[in-house]
């Protein structure tokens, strides 16, 4: 008889990492360059294991930071967005 398995999905999610991310000011989140569609704070986005570029954008500031996610582990971060007299061009 095999043995009995977890709920669909449990064996993938375990071979992801997690990203906590919060920001002042919130801002727009970009992942390795892809605009993932959510603002800060980010309570745990899936990540796989490895490393990854995170981007965070206001209208006036941005900051790229560099993370890396572990299976099974949480990277929480917090980032300051240093102010800027530049405006930058909207994504």
């Not at 990540?47 to 930071?65: D, F, I, Y």
Request: glycine share 10%; charged share 20%; proline share 11%.
């Amino acid at each position: 008889m095999p043995a009995p398995q977890g709920p669909p999905g449990e064996t993938a999610s375990s071979l992801l990492g997690f990203l906590a991310l919060s920001s002042r000011p919130a801002a727009l989140v970009l992942i390795d360059g892809v605009d993932i569609g959510q603002m800060t704070p980010l309570p745990g986005w899936p990540l796989k294991p490895g490393q990854h570029q995170v981007r965070l954008v206001t209208a006036s500031r941005e900051r790229e930071v560099a993370v890396e996610s572990r299976s099974g582990e949480t990277h929480s971060e917090t980032v300051a967005l240093p102010g800027s007299s530049r405006r930058l061009n909207r994504l």
